[in-house]
C-alpha cells in the first residue's frame, strides 16, 4: 500500500479528527522510504497497526466545585502503544481537549519516546477541565475525581503520566495524593513529582533546557552556537519559563513571551530577574502576560486577534524561534514572516506547533528545523530518569540528572541526523526523527508477534 491509500485510510477511520490525521500524515510521508526497503513492515501492517490506540478510555469526572454545584466534564487516556515500555505520556487539561487532541499526542509520543532511548511506549490522557479562573480547592477536586476513575487503569509498570498543558507541579501533588488513597500503595505512578516524595531534580526544568540543548547541537553541526542569538519563545507556561532559562544561560536573548490573551516583545531580552517575574506571575499569581508589559519599561504588548490570518509575534526579526505554547500555532504566513526576518533555526518546543504547510516552508527556505518528537523529548527522557531513580529506590544530584539530559539530547539528535542521511534526506530532522523513532518500535511489534 503507498502513503497516499495509507493516508486516505486514516482519514477515512477518523473522520472528525484533524490534529490525529496531521500528525498521521507527517509521520506516513517521512517514513515512506523505510516501508519501500523493508516489505515485511508492510505484510504485517506495522505502521495501521501503530495509528490505532491499543486502548482508549474515556470517563465522566463528576465533581463539586465550590457554590456545592454539580460539574460535569470528560477524562480520557490514550494507551496507543506498549511495543517498548509501559504506556507514558502526560495529561492535558484545557477546554480544547477531545479524542483527536489526545490521539495525535499520543501518537506522536510513540515515536518521542523511542527516540530517548529508555524503555517507554506511547500514551496521553487529559480533560476538557478548564483549570483557569478556579479556585484551589476545585482544582483539588476536580483531581481527585479525575484520579478516582483514572486510577482503575494505570499503575507504574503499566501506565504512568505526567503534566501537559493544565497540568503541572501543583495538580501531579493532588493526583498523586489520591491514587495513593484509592490504592493504599506508595508508587512512581506518576512523574513530575515534588522533590521529596519522589521526584526528579532537574524534571521540571527539562523540556525547555532539552530543547535548547537540541538547538545548540543543531548550530554546532554549522560551527555556531545559541550564544549571541536573539530568539523568539511563544508560551509562558513550563516549557516556555526554561526555554528562556537555558537560553538565557547560553548566552542568547529571548525577546518573547506568550499566553492565549496576547504576546510580549521585550527588545532588551529577559534578564533573570525578569524571569522570575514571569515565573511568580504564571506558576504562583496565575496572572496574564500582559502585567509583564505593565511592570517592566519598553516592552510591547499586543493583544491574541484570533481572526487574524497570522500571528505577529512571528513577524519579529530575530536568529531562532522556539514556540513552546500549543499545536498549529505557526502556521505557513507565520513561517513565510520568520523566514523573511532572518530566522535560521526552528525548534519545537510545544508538540505539533507547526502546520505542514508551516514546516514545508520553512525547509524548503534552508531553516534548520526539529519537530517537536525530538526537539522537546527531554522532558519525558527525564521523567524516564525519574522512574528509574523509583525503580532504584534513589535519588540523583541535580548535576547526574543534567548531564544525562544533555547526552540524551545529543543521542537524539544524531540518530535523527544519522537516519536522515541514510534514507536520502540529510540535514532533515523530521525525516530523521521519524524514521529513526519508527524503526525502533517497528522492530519491538515485529519480534512479539501479531497482537
Ligand atoms: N510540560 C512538559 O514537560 C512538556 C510539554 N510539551 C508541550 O509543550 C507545550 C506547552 O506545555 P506546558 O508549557 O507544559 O504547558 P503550560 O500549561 O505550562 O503552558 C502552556 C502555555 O501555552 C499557552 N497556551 C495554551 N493553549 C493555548 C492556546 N490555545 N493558544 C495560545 N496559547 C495557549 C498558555 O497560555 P494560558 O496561560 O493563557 O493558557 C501557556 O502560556 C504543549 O504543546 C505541550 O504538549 C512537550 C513536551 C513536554
Ligand atoms: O513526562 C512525561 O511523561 C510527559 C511528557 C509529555 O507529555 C510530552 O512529551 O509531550
Redesign the pocket.
Known amino acids: 500500500m503507498n502513503p497516499a491509500d495509507i493516508i486516505n485510510i486514516v482519514k477515512a477511520r477518523n473522520p472528525h479528527e484533524p490534529e490525529f490525521v496531521q500528525a498521521a500524515e507527517e509521520v506516513i510521508l517521512s517514513i515512506a522510504p523505510v516501508l519501500e526497503k523493508n516489505p515485511e513492515f508492510v505484510r504485517l501492517r506495522l505502521l495501521e497497526r501503530m495509528l490505532e490506540p491499543e486502548r482508549m478510555i474515556s470517563f465522566r469526572v463528576t465533581w463539586l466545585d465550590d457554590k456545592g454545584e454539580v460539574q460535569v466534564n470528560r477524562g480520557y487516556r490514550v494507551q496507543m502503544n506498549s511495543a517498548i515500555g509501559p504506556y507514558k505520556g502526560?495529561l492535558?487539561f484545557?477546554p480544547?481537549v477531545t479524542p483527536s487532541v489526545l490521539k495525535f499526542?499520543a501518537f506522536e509520543q510513540i515515536f518521542k519516546n523511542a527516540l530517548t532511548g529508555i524503555p517507554m511506549g506511547g500514551g496521553k490522557g487529559g480533560s476538557d477541565f478548564d483549570p483557569?479562573g478556579k479556585s484551589e480547592n476545585e482544582i483539588m477536586k476536580f483531581c481527585q475525581a479525575f484520579m478516582g476513575e483514572l486510577a482503575r487503569h494505570i499503575n507504574h509498570r503499566l501506565d504512568v503520566p505526567?503534566?501537559?498543558?493544565?497540568?503541572?507541579g501543583r495538580e501531579i501533588g493532588y493526583l498523586f495524593g489520591a491514587y495513593k488513597k484509592i490504592k493504599n500503595e506508595f508508587t512512581g505512578v506518576l512523574t513530575?513529582k515534588g522533590i521529596g516524595w519522589g521526584g526528579s531534580l532537574i524534571r521540571t526544568e527539562?523540556?525547555g533546557y532539552g530543547l535548547v540543548y537540541f538547538a545548540e547541537n543543531m548550530l554546532q553541526t554549522k560551527n555556531d552556537s545559541i550564544k549571541g542569538k536573539t530568539c523568539l519563545v511563544?508560551?509562558?507556561?513550563?516549557?516556555?519559563q526554561y526555554a528562556i532559562e537555558k537560553i538565557i544561560q547560553l548566552g542568547g536573548k529571548a525577546v518573547t513571551a506568550?499566553?492565549?490573551?496576547g504576546f510580549i516583545y521585550d527588545e532588551s531580552g529577559f534578564s533573570m530577574e525578569k524571569l522570575e517575574f514571569l515565573k511568580d506571575l504564571?506558576n504562583n499569581r496565575r496572572g496574564?502576560?500582559k502585567e509583564y508589559a505593565e511592570r517592566f519599561k519598553n516592552v510591547v504588548y499586543k493583544d491574541?486577534d484570533e481572526k487574524a490570518d497570522h500571528n505577529p509575534l512571528w513577524a519579529i526579526k530575530a536568529n531562532c524561534a522556539f514556540p513552546?505554547?500549543?499545536?498549529n500555532?505557526v502556521n505557513g504566513k507565520d513561517a513565510n514572516n520568520l523566514v523573511k526576518n532572518g530566522v535560521t533555526l526552528l525548534g519545537e518546543?510545544?508538540?505539533m506547533?507547526t502546520t505542514i504547510e508551516g514546516i514545508n516552508i520553512l525547509i524548503d527556505n534552508g531553516v534548520m528545523y526539529s519537530p517537536?518528537k525530538a526537539a522537546?523529548?527531554g522532558?519525558?527522557a527525564t521523567s524516564g530518569l525519574e522512574m528509574t531513580q523509583n525503580f532504584m529506590g534513589d535519588h540523583w544530584t541535580r548535576e547526574a540528572v543534567d548531564a544525562k539530559l544533555q547526552g540524551i539530547m545529543k543521542n537524539i539528535h544524531d540518530t535523527s541526523l544519522a537516519a536522515a542521511k541514510e534514507y536520502g534526506k540529510p540535514g532533515n530532522y523530521m525525516v530523521g526523527a521519524n524514521i529513526a523513532g519508527f524503526l525502533k518500535v517497528a522492530r519491538a511489534m515485529q519480534a512479539q508477534g501479531v497482537i
Do not use: F, M, W, Y
Request: with cysteine; net charge positive; aromatic share 0%.
Open positions: 502526560g492535558r484545557h480544547s499526542l483557569k505526567a503534566g501537559d498543558i493544565g497540568v503541572g513530575g527539562a523540556t511563544s508560551g509562558s507556561g513550563n516549557v516556555a506568550s499566553d492565549s490573551s504564571k496574564r502576560i491574541l513552546c505554547a500549543t499545536q500555532e518546543g510545544a508538540n506547533p517537536g522537546n523529548a522532558g519525558v
